[in-house]
C-alpha cells in the first residue's frame, strides 16, 4: 500500500527558506514521476517541481533557480528544498506519485487528476 506524507511547511518570512519531505512508504515503482503540486486559496493546482525515475529534473517558470527538488532513494523520500521564498509561494503543497516513464516536463505537465497517490499536504505561508 502506498502511503505519501509531506511535512516541513510552516510560516516564514519573503527571502526565507523552507525544506518540505515526503516520505514515500510503499511505492517501489521502477519507472515513476514524483511531483510537488501546490494550490493557493481560489487557484488551481499546479505542478511545481518533479523529478523522473532517469534523473530528469522540471520546475514551473515561477519556482525555477529558487526551489530544488531531490531524492534520496534510500529513504525513500522526496524533497523540496525552496530558496528566496516570496509571498506568492503561499499555498498547501501536496506531493503526487504516479508509475511512469517519459520526460519529467511531460509528467509535470499532466493534470493532478492523473495521479493516483497523494499526501495529506502542507501549509506554506511567505509573509511580506
Known amino acids: 500500500q502506498v502511503q505519501l506524507v509531506e511535512s516541513g511547511g510552516g510560516s516564514v518570512q519573503a527571502g526565507g527558506s523552507l525544506r518540505l519531505s515526503c516520505d514515500a512508504s510503499g511505492f517501489t515503482y521502477r519507472h515513476y514521476c514524483l511531483i510537488w503540486f501546490r494550490q493557493a486559496p481560489g487557484k488551481e493546482r499546479e505542478g511545481v517541481a518533479v523529478i523522473v525515475s532517469n534523473g530528469d529534473i522540471d520546475y514551473a517558470d515561477s519556482v525555477k533557480g529558487r526551489f530544488t527538488i531531490s531524492r534520496d532513494n534510500a529513504k525513500n523520500t522526496l524533497y523540496l528544498q525552496m530558496n528566496s521564498l516570496k509571498p506568492e509561494d503561499t499555498a498547501m503543497y501536496y506531493c503526487?506519485?504516479?508509475?511512469?516513464?517519459?520526460?519529467?516536463?511531460?509528467?509535470?505537465?499532466?493534470?493532478?487528476?492523473?495521479?493516483?497517490?497523494w499526501g495529506q499536504g502542507t501549509q506554506v505561508t511567505v509573509s511580506s
Open positions: 503526487a506519485a504516479d508509475n511512469f516513464y517519459g520526460e519529467a516536463g511531460y509528467c509535470r505537465r499532466r493534470s493532478p487528476e492523473q495521479f493516483p497517490f
